[in-house]
C-alpha cells in the first residue's frame, strides 16, 4: 500500500510548522494537567467524582487508548504537558532557541540506562497500585506531580527529554503500539540527508532544537522512540521530513531484536489480562487483595501479577518455540516473534479500556460541573447520574476488538515468522488461547 | 527577547498561576462538614457554633458512602449526603444549648458514634425546667440481671386479657406501669383465680392499654431507623451489623485496639421473654437513654426526645405481647 504525504497539504505543513499552534495545545494541556494536581489534592476524596481521577484515568486513558494510540501512534507526546516545564528550562525558551542557552548539566543518560527497561519498571510499580491510584484522589494527585517534577529534574541534569525516553511509565507502551499507528514521521529522501552539513534535525539549529528525543530522523524507521514534537520539520534545511499517512503497523514488519522492547510486549498483555481477570472477573478475593495494597493478600498478588508477566507467558511462549528449528538464537528468535503479541496486545487493552470506559463515562459530566467536589454546577451537568453507556454494543465490540486483535497478530506472525525464517504455528496458537482467554474473561 | 516569546512566558505563568490559585480559593471559600465512616473520623469538624434566631446555613459532603444528617431532639426529617455531592441544609435554632447530630444512614459498624455537636448560644425564650428521667428517680441499677423467672408458654394475647382484666387488682397509673416489669405484674395477679395463661394474657392487655396505635407506630419507626441494625427488624438481636458487632467484641480480646471495641458484644434480642419481661418501661428508658457504656449500644439521650423513647419502649414490648391490630 502506497503511503499519503500529509505534509504536502499547505495547510497541515504550516500548522506543523508553525510553533503557535503547538503552544496553544501545550498551554491548554499544562494548565489541564496543573489543575488535575490540585483537584486530586484538595478535591473530594471521592474518586468518582473528582476532576483527577474522572479526567486523567477516564477521560484521558480513554482516548489515549481507544484512539490516541491506534490512530495517532504517539500523537498524545506530541502535545503531553509532562515533560514541557523541564524542556521550556533546558531550552531557555518556550518558543524558537534563544541567543544565549542556559547552562544546565547536559549530560548524557548512561548506557546502561539507555533503554526502556527502567518505564517498564516504572509502569509495573504503578499498575501494582493501580487499584488505589485509580480510585484516590490524593495518589493521582501526588503521582501526576511526581512524574512534572521528576521531568523538570531529568531535564536539568541530562539532555534532551530524558524522562520520555527512558522513564515516563505511559510512553514505553505507547511507544511500543505506536508502530501499529497509520501514522508516521518519515524523511523523504536519504540522499539529502546523507549530504546534509551539521545534521540540524539532530544537532539543532537557529530554527530549532535537536531532536529532543535524541533519535537521529534521518535514520528513523519506525515509530516508537519519536515523539511527533516536530522539531525536526522546523530545523530541517532541505525540507525533508514528511509526516505520512501508511497502512497500520507498517513498523511491524521489521521486528525488533532488543529484550527491553520484547518484555515490555508481554508486561502489556499480561497486564491486560490480569486486569481484565482482577477488575471485571467475578472473584471478588482477587479484588480485594488488588485493593488492600501493603496486605499479605495484596503481595500474593502483586507477585502473581509478576510471575504471570515475566515467567508464565514469556515461559510458554518460550516453551512454544523452542522446537521450532532454525538458526537464529533463541533470544533473537523470541525477540522477533513477540513482534506478533503487539497488535494482540493493544487490541486486548482496546477491549479492557471499552468495558472500563463505557461504564464510567457518565461520571465525566457530573466531574466537569463539580471537578473539586464543592457543589459547583458550572454547565448544570453536576447531577448526570451514573449510568453505563451503550451497554448493549459493549460485547459485540469488545468481541470485534479481540478478533480483529488476533487476525492482526497471527498476519504479524507470518510476517516475523518469515523474516526468521520458522513457521509462525506456534505464535499463531500462543495468540489464539491468550485470545480465548481474555474473550472469557471480558465476556 | 522577542515579543512573541515574552508574551508565551506571561501567558504561561499566569495560566499556571490561575490553575493554582483558582482551586485554592475556591476552595478555601467553601467550608464543606466531611462526613466519613466513624472509623476514619466521623465529622470533621464535629463541633458547630449557632446562635439562637440565626439561621444556620451548613454544607455537607460525604467521603466515603451514604450517609444522612438529622439532629436530635428536633423535629426535622433527615437528610441524605451522597459522596463527592454537596449538600445544603439550613437549620434554625429557637433555644441555646447543646444539641447532638448524628448519621441517620447505617454507613458501617460503628455508625452510631457518627455523632458532633451544635452549641447554640444565646437566650432562652422559655426556660424549661430540666425533669429528672424516671429511671434516675427509681434509683434503677440498668446493668443489674433482671431476667423473669417464669415466662408464659407462647406470646401472651391482648385480646384474650381484655375480658379479664377489667375487675382486677392493677393500679391504672402510668406511674405504675412504667415502673413495673410484666413479670412484676403478672405476680401481683397471684392471688386472683386465673391460670397462668390468663394472668399473662391480662399483663399483655395492661401493656397494650398503655400505649396507642400511634405511639406504636412512631416506635416502628424510630426502630426501624435507628435500632434494626444491630436489634433486627424483628427484633431478635441478628440485625446486619450483629456478628461484626460480636466479632469486634472477640477480637477486642485478643487486640492492643481493644480501647475502641471494648466489651463490644452481640445485640441484645428483644424476643427473648426472659430477659423482655423482666425489664419495666422505665428500665428501657433508662437503657435507651444512656447507652450501653461500651457494648455497642450508643447512648440516645441526646437524640430522642422523652416521648420518642417512651414510644420505642412501648414499641419493643410488641415483640412479647400479641396487641390488637
Ligand atoms: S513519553 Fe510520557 S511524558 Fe513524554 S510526552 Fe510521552 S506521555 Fe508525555
Ligand atoms: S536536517 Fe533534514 S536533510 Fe539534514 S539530515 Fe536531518 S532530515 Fe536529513
Ligand atoms: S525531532 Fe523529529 S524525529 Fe525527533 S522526536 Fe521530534 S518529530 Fe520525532
Redesign the interface.
Known amino acids: 500500500m502506497a503511503k499519503i504525504e500529509l505534509t504536502r497539504i499547505p495547510f497541515i505543513k504550516n500548522a506543523l510548522k508553525s510553533r503557535y499552534p503547538q ?1 496553544a495545545v501545550f ?1 491548554v494541556m ?3 494537567y ?2 488535575a494536581i ?2 486530586g489534592l ?5 474518586g ?3 476532576f483527577s481521577i474522572v479526567f486523567v484515568w477516564i477521560a484521558w486513558w480513554a482516548i489515549l487508548i481507544l484512539v490516541a494510540v491506534p490512530f495517532f501512534g504517539r500523537g498524545w507526546c506530541a502535545v503531553c504537558p509532562i515533560p514541557l516545564p523541564g524542556e ?1 528550562l533546558q531550552h531557555g ?4 532557541p ?1 541567543d544565549k542557552r542556559p547552562k544546565w548539566l547536559n549530560l548524557r543518560v548512561p548506557k546502561m540506562f539507555r533503554n526502556i527497561w527502567l518505564q517498564n519498571i516504572s509502569y509495573l510499580l504503578l499498575a501494582l497500585f493501580s487499584s488505589v491510584l485509580l480510585t484516590t484522589p490524593n495518589i493521582t494527585g501526588i503521582v501526576l506531580a511526581a512524574m512534572l517534577f521528576a521531568a523538570i529534574g531529568l531535564s536539568t541534569v541530562f539532555e534532551r527529554r530524558a524522562f520520555c525516553r527512558y522513564l515516563c511509565p505511559v510512553g514505553g507502551f505507547i511507544g511500543l503500539y505506536s508502530q501499529t499507528a497509520p501514522i508516521e514521521l518519515r524523511i523523504k529522501d536519504k540522499q539529502v540527508c546523507v549530504t546534509c552539513e551539521g545534521k540540524p534535525c539532530y544537532n539543532g539549529s537557529s530554527a530549532g532544537y535537536g531532536c529532543p528525543w535524541d533519535v537521529f530522523p534521518g535514520g528513523l524507521t519506525k515509530n516508537t522512540y519519536c515523539g511527533l514534537c516536530m522539531e525536526c520539520i522546523r530545523t530541517c534545511p532541505h525540507d525533508n521530513i514528511a509526516v505520512n499517512l501508511r497502512p497500520f503497523s507498517a513498523d511491524l514488519a521489521k521486528p525488533s531484536t532488543r529484550m527491553d522492547e520484547a518484555f515490555k510486549a508481554f508486561i502489556m498483555l499480561g497486564s491486560a489480562i490480569v486486569y481484565a481477570g482482577v477488575l471485571l472477573g467475578p472473584w471478588g478475593m482477587f479484588k480485594d487483595a488488588a485493593y488492600n495494597v501493603g496486605s499479605s493478600a495484596w503481595f500474593i498478588y502483586a507477585i502473581v501479577f509478576l510471575a504471570i508477566i515475566f515467567v508464565v507467558l514469556p515461559g510458554l511462549f518460550t516453551l512454544g518455540i523452542l522446537n521450532t528449528k532454525n538458526t537464529l538464537p533463541l533470544k533473537q528468535r523470541f525477540a522477533s516473534l513477540s513482534t506478533a503479541l503487539i497488535p494482540l496486545g493493544l487490541m486486548f487493552w482496546v477491549a479492557f479500556s471499552l468495558s472500563f470506559v463505557l461504564t464510567n463515562a457518565s461520571y465525566i459530566l457530573a466531574a466537569l460541573s ?7 454546577n458550572l454547565f448544570g451537568t453536576a ?1 448526570a447520574a451514573w449510568q453505563p453507556m451503550l451497554t448493549s454494543i459493549l460485547a459485540p465490540a469488545q468481541t470485534l476488538a479481540l478478533v480483529v486483535g488476533l487476525v492482526w497478530s497471527a498476519r504479524t506472525a507470518q510476517k516475523s515468522a518469515n523474516e526468521a525464517g520458522t513457521s509462525s504455528m506456534p505464535v499463531v496458537i500462543y495468540c489464539f488461547v491468550a485470545t480465548s482467554l481474555m474473550l472469557w474473561l471480558l465476556l | ?2 515579543r ?2 515574552l508574551i ?2 506571561i ?2 505563568v499566569v ?2 498561576l ?3 490559585g ?3 480559593f ?2 478555601a471559600r ?1 467550608p ?1 462538614i466531611h462526613a466519613r465512616m466513624a472509623e476514619d473520623g466521623g465529622w470533621n469538624p464535629d463541633v458547630i457554633q449557632a446562635e439562637v434566631g440565626k439561621p444556620l446555613h451548613l ?1 455537607f ?4 458512602v451514604v450517609h444522612g444528617f438529622a439532629v436530635g431532639q428536633m423535629d426535622m426529617q433527615s437528610v441524605d449526603i451522597l ?4 449538600t ?1 441544609i439550613t437549620l434554625n435554632f429557637d433555644e441555646p444549648g447543646i444539641y447532638t447530630f448524628f448519621c441517620t444512614r447505617w454507613c458501617g459498624l460503628n455508625h452510631w458514634r457518627m455523632r458532633g455537636t451544635i452549641e447554640v448560644s444565646g437566650s432562652s425564650s422559655d426556660p424549661e425546667p430540666a425533669t429528672v428521667p424516671l429511671y434516675v428517680s427509681l434509683k434503677l441499677d440498668l446493668d443489674a440481671p433482671h431476667d423473669a423467672p417464669v415466662v408464659p408458654n407462647g406470646k401472651p394475647l391482648a385480646i384474650s386479657g381484655q375480658s379479664l382484666e377489667t375487675n382486677l387488682p392493677i393500679d391504672q397509673s402510668a406511674e405504675y406501669y412504667r415502673s413495673h416489669s410484666p413479670y412484676e405484674v403478672f405476680e401481683s395477679l397471684q392471688n386472683t383465680p386465673l391460670t397462668d395463661g390468663q394472668r399473662w394474657n391480662a399483663v399483655a392487655y395492661f401493656w397494650q392499654s398503655n400505649t396507642t396505635s400511634e405511639s406504636l407506630a412512631n416506635g416502628r419507626q424510630l426502630y426501624a431507623q435507628n435500632c434494626a441494625a444491630c436489634h433486627g427488624e424483628n427484633g431478635a438481636g441478628n440485625g446486619v451489623f450483629a456478628d461484626d458487632l460480636v466479632q469486634a467484641g472477640e477480637a477486642s480480646m485478643q487486640s492492643m485496639s481493644g480501647a475502641m471495641n471494648m466489651m463490644m458484644q452481640a445485640p441484645v434480642d428483644f424476643t427473648d421473654p426472659r430477659r423482655m419481661l423482666g425489664a419495666s418501661p422505665a428500665l428501657l428508658q433508662g437503657k435507651i437513654l444512656r447507652g450501653g457504656m461500651g457494648t455497642g449500644m450508643p447512648m440516645w439521650g441526646s437524640i430522642f426526645t422523652e416521648q420518642q423513647i417512651w414510644d420505642l419502649t412501648a414499641y419493643i414490648y410488641s415483640f412479647q405481647f400479641e396487641y390488637e391490630k
Do not use: C, Q, Y
Not at chain 1, 42 to 46: K, M, R, S
Not at chain 2, 83 to 86: E, F, Q, Y
Open positions: 503552544l498551554i499544562l494548565i489541564g496543573i489543575f490540585l483537584a484538595i478535591g473530594t476524596p471521592v468518582s467524582h473528582n521550556w525558551a518556550v518558543l524558537s534563544p463539580d471537578p473539586l467536589g464543592l457543589g459547583w447531577n | 527577547m522577542k512573541a516569546e508565551s512566558r501567558l504561561i495560566g499556571i490561575l490553575a493554582v483558582a482551586p485554592l475556591f476552595w467553601t464543606l454544607k459532603t460525604s467521603d466515603d459522596p463527592g455531592k454537596v445544603d
